[in-house]
T-cell receptor, first 115, second 115 residues
Framework: GAGVSQSPSNKVTEKGKDVELRCDPISGHTALYWYRQRLGQGLEFLIYFQGNSAPDKSGLPSDRFSAERTGESVSTLTIQRTQQEDSAVYLC?????????????FGPGTRLTVL | AQSVTQLGSHVSVSEGALVLLRCNYSSSVPPYLFWYVQYPNQGLQLLLKYTTGATLVKGINGFEAEFKKSETSFHLTKPSAHMSDAAEYFCAVTSGSGNTGKLIFGQGTTLQVKP
């Protein structure tokens, strides 16, 4: 079956521009996560959605970052007024429930380059 | 707060040799532990996970890991390295109860396999 998909695969933007990154989770997965992987570093948690519950935004690095999810489907991560330090691979993952027991399945990521 | 430390950002072994990738964690609650692998130009893939029960966990591609609570470790091993094992490996932790399941990752270890 289809896995997690993300678009675009690559995005180059100029400093100060806004960008939108899209994630399509596996159908039926109620939980959706965004992570960021900066060069030479591990993955950092950004935000988590679970069904209709309020999202856990504790990992968002600044108020320039926001994310939305429509029901249990597509999610969009928006970065406003991009900065060079935002350059990273942004990964989306989904799972069928609380991921303590349920495996998170990762998408291929969006590579964001801010010039 | 939870954290993960992977000792050695780069590990090099010869084909056929033992692979040992080290991971230590910090957690104030019983942890769930994961190893993910990221092959070049591919997304993250789950190798194995420990939640409860048997402390020696077997995963895909001949990898296994042992949860040692007394040492707060979850080292990844494979008896005989194969060229196809060359990749980046990430250890991650989450807690199983009352949380969102967000994963806290280590910095990653790049495994090089020499012929």
């Amino acid at each position: 079956g289809a896995g997690v998909s993300q678009s675009p695969s690559n995005k180059v933007t100029e400093k100060g521009k806004d960008v939108e990154l899209r994630c399509d989770p596996i159908s039926g997965h109620t939980a959706l996560y965004w992570y960021r992987q900066r060069l030479g570093q591990g993955l950092e948690f950004l935000i988590y959605f679970q069904g209709n519950s309020a999202p856990d935004k504790s990992g968002l690095p600044s108020d320039r970052f926001s994310a939305e999810r429509t029901g249990e489907s597509v999610s969009t991560l928006t970065i406003q007024r991009t900065q060079q330090e935002d350059s990273a691979v942004y990964l989306c993952a989904s799972s069928s429930g609380l991921a303590g027991l349920n495996t998170q399945y990762f998408g291929p990521g969006t590579r964001l380059t801010v010039l | 707060a939870q954290s993960v430390t992977q000792l050695g950002s780069h590990v090099s072994v010869s084909e056929g040799a033992l692979v040992l990738l080290r991971c230590n964690y910090s957690s104030s609650v019983p942890p769930y532990l994961f190893w993910y692998v990221q092959y070049p130009n591919q997304g993250l893939q789950l190798l194995l996970k420990y939640t409860t029960g048997a402390t020696l966990v077997k995963g895909i591609n001949g990898f296994e890991a042992e949860f040692k609570k007394s040492e707060t470790s979850f080292h990844l091993t494979k008896p005989s390295a194969h060229m196809s094992d060359a990749a980046e490996y990430f250890c991650a932790v989450t807690s199983g109860s009352g949380n969102t399941g967000k994963l806290i990752f280590g910095q990653g270890t790049t495994l090089q396999v020499k012929p």
